[in-house]
Structures are given as C-alpha cells and as structure tokens.
C-alpha cells in the first residue's frame, strides 16, 4: 500500500535543488531500513515505475533512470526523454510503485513508453534493448527486504523504564502506547489523565535510544527510578487495556562492554560533556557516581542545583563523554562554568584549583571512526528536546564521532551534538517511508536562520 505523505506538504526534492544541497546517503544510518542494502543503489540504475505520463486508463508501467539521489529519494527519468529534464520526477524508493527490471513481464503488467516520447521512437523494442544493455537494476527481493528490516520488537503494551522527562536524573516505567518506525511513543506509567482522556506525560525515543531500559535495570545498575504512583488510574488508556508484557535485556541495543576493573572512572573525576539539556554545549563536567554495568552519574560544573536532580546517566562508551582537552584540539568552544573566561582557563589550573585529577583519556570511546557524513549534508533528525519532533536538519560539523547538527531555520541556539550512530538521526524520505510526521524548515531560507520566538530560552526542558 502506498503510504500518505505525512511530512505536511514539505517537498525535500525541491527544496535540495533550491537550495543545491547533498542528502547523507542511506548507508551513513546503520539501524535504517535497507542500510545494508543501499551501497548498490546508485545512480544510473534502471527501473520500472508507474508511468504517470499517459492517458490509458489502466495502470502502466515504463523503465527510468535514477539521474540523483538523496536518503531514500530518487529523481527518476523515463527512458526516451534522452538529456530532456523537463518531466524527472523525485520518489520515494522505498514506498513508490518501483520494481527491478523484468518486474512487469514477470506479473504481466504492461510497459507503455510516455506519451511525449511515444511518437518519436518507432521501434521501442530495439531502443530499449539498447538502453538496457548492461544496466542494474534494484534487487528483485527489494520491498520484501524493506517489509523485513522494518519490523520492530517493541508493541502496544510492552513495559520499559526510561528517562523521567520531569527530572532527568531518574528513570520512571512507561508503557509502549505507539510504534512509527521503531521510534516509540510511551507513555509513563503514572502520567495520569486529563478530562478528555488525553495522557499528560509521553516521551518519544526509538527503540535502540540510551534513554530506554528492560524492565529491572534501574535497580540492577543502581540507578534511581520513580516509584510508580499507583493511585493514578490509566486504565481506561487503550495502552494500558492491553495484556503488560515486560520488556527484557534482547529487546534493546546491546552496548560495548566496558572493563569496570583496575582504573576506572571514579567519583570526582572531571571530564568534558554534553549538557543532556543544552545538546549544543559540550561543557566542563563531574563524575557523580560511579553505577554498575559502566554506567555513570555526570553533572555540569558550575551550574549544579545541588540535590543531584540535574545528574545525567551517561554509559562509559556514550558520545557524549569526553576526555578534558578534546574541545580545545578539536576546535570547539567549551562551555565553562559561571566565572571562568574562555581567555584565561586551562584545565591544568582548574584541575589544580578544584583538587580534581582528570578522568583518564583510554576511559573514553574516542577512538577514531570511519563514516560518510560530511558537512552541509541534509537529514531528518529529532530534536532531542522535544523528541516527537524529527526536523529537517544539517550537518554542520564533523568531530570524531560527533555530528553538530543543525536545524534548518531554527537558531544555532537549537544545534545538537550527535553521535554519528545516534538511532535519533534519518536519511531524508523516512519519515515519508515510516509515516512519520516532518517537520519542516521555518522561515523561507535556510541560511536565514530565524526563529519565530527569539526570547532565547536558554535551558531547555525535555
Ligand atoms: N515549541 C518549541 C519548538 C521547537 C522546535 C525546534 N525544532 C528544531 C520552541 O519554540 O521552543
């Protein structure tokens, strides 16, 4: 069934021409459908598409050329229109009537040349055969692979713990309510119901977020969880009418194993992180407390409320740890604590001045990667702080294994530092693929990066 375009109206095949830019290839995003299959599509493949160019009644088919592409987009030529660009159409690999070569006389569909091309050529049996010599075309099995690689193990119902969204610094049960493209909508067991029934506490994450956890971790890692207010009745919430099903350790992404024995991180030490509140800032930070499993408690220095409410709970392999000194040589602005000037700090004398050594450098999942991301390269990515929302998107930075992304329109107060495997970041077209919801650019330029509200709300909340 072909999928109703969901991204409202937004054109990315326009809009990338407009304005001459690259789309991240589908290969760049490891846990897409068709990730792995993507390195052979490419430009110049031949296909058989629906042919919109004709007046018969009944369905018909012809071959085109990919002439671009971009994520999961492709602009298609009908063969016979020769170097004519006037009539290439952008589609949605993934979702549109697309099928390998040979597709049509396998299930006896017809192939009709356009109806501009129609009369100009006499003997379409030779031109074609010419055309086709040599060509490639999508696998046969291409959207029976696509129907698999998009299944999910997460359901309506299936119980996890994840981040309280209210305070960041514990974790709370959430049962799955929705499930778009492996991004879940769950709803927090307690989150209560207003008049209407409409629930009044959700968060968004895909299934393979850092933010998500099987049931029992909290108190197996040694990590606070809200205890479930069970006086909130939700059971009148379609979620919560269906059988609880427990999520288990297999449901969820496995994490590289870290060696907790002999030097690791221990409470005090500092290090550079991204304020899970300001994902643009990468800042000066504490270790908190050292939790089982390689998890950590990091807070931001200078800007603690003091009762450990704004600790974060980052993974000793996250992205989002970095060794001091990794902003200073690799040219991005550190974000110091309240008093500090960007003239005059070192971490030598901050180290010195706080009594605090420096969490050692191999502690940290920085070794250097390959990947095909690049700057200027367009995406669909979530904005982590309102994270039902995946925004058009740039990367704008490429450090390691982070990406700062930023969002098109949007001021670079709204940029992101990613990890280059974020399960948060898109090819563009998946959110028409999944039917998920785009939002798109603000603001009629791209560069012109205005916001309709400026009031420069600093501290964002989930
Ligand atoms: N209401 C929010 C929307 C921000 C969405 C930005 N996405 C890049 C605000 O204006 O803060």
Redesign the pocket.
């Known amino acids: 069934a072909i999928k109703k375009d969901a991204s409202s109206g937004f054109n990315w095949g326009c809009y990338l021409e407009k304005h001459s830019c690259l789309a991240a290839p589908v290969s760049c995003f490891r846990h897409v459908p068709l990730c792995a299959q993507w390195e052979d599509i490419e430009v110049g493949l031949q296909v058989e598409v629906l042919n919109t160019r004709t007046t018969l009644l009944t369905k018909v088919y012809w071959i085109a050329t990919v002439i671009r592409l971009a994520g999961y987009k492709a602009l298609l030529r009908y063969v016979g229109f020769e170097d004519d660009d006037s009539y290439d159409f952008w589609c949605n690999l993934g979702i549109a009537d697309v099928h390998p070569i040979g597709w049509c006389a396998v299930n006896s569909k017809l192939l009709v040349p356009p109806q501009e091309i129609n009369k100009h050529i006499i003997d379409w049996k030779s031109y074609l055969m010419q055309r086709l010599v040599g060509a490639s075309t999508i696998p046969v099995d291409f959207h029976a692979m696509m129907a698999e690689s998009m299944k999910c193990p997460f359901r309506q119902g299936v119980r996890v713990e994840v981040v309280d969204r209210s305070l960041v610094s514990r974790t709370r049960t959430a049962v799955v309510d929705t499930v778009i493209g492996g991004r879940l909508r769950l709803i927090y067991e307690d989150a209560g119901l207003g008049a209407s029934g409409e629930v009044l506490s959700d968060f968004w994450c895909h299934m393979l977020s850092p933010l998500i956890h099987p049931i029992n971790w909290s108190v197996r890692v040694g990590h606070l969880i809200k205890e479930t207010d069970k006086s909130v009745d939700m059971s009148s919430h379609p979620a919560f009418r269906k059988v609880f099903c427990d999520s288990v350790p297999g449901q969820f992404k496995k994490l590289r194993t870290v060696y907790m024995e002999g030097g690791f991180f221990t409470e005090g030490m500092k290090l550079e992180a991204i304020d899970p509140l300001n994902l643009g800032n990468i800042c000066v930070a504490s270790v908190r407390k050292v939790l089982f499993d390689g998890y950590l408690m990091v807070s931001i220095d200078g800007v603690e409320i003091g009762d450990g409410s704004d600790w974060f709970c980052y993974h000793a392999s996250s992205h989002a740890i970095l060794p001091t000194g990794y902003c200073q040589s690799n040219d991005i602005p550190l974000t110091l604590p309240p008093g500090y000037d960007q003239a005059t700090f070192t971490w030598t004398k901050y180290l010195e001045e706080m009594g605090a050594e420096a969490a050692p450098r191999r502690l940290f999942n920085t070794d250097a990667v390959e990947h095909s991301f690049a700057p200027g390269m367009k995406l669909e990515a979530v ?1 982590l702080m ?1 994270p039902r ?1 995946v ?1 058009v998107a740039t990367v704008q930075r490429c450090v390691g294994r982070l990406l700062l992304l930023h ?1 098109d329109g ?1 001021e670079s107060e ?1 940029d992101q530092w990613v990890d280059y495997e974020s399960p948060d970041i898109y090819p563009v077209g998946w959110c028409e693929l999944t039917g998920y919801q785009l ?1 798109p650019p603000i603001g009629p330029e791209p560069q012109e990066r205005t ?3 400026s009031t420069g ?1 600093k501290k ?1 909340r989930y």
Request: charged share 45%.
């Open positions: 904005d309102e929302l925004c969002f949007w709204f939002q916001s309709k509200k709300k964002r």
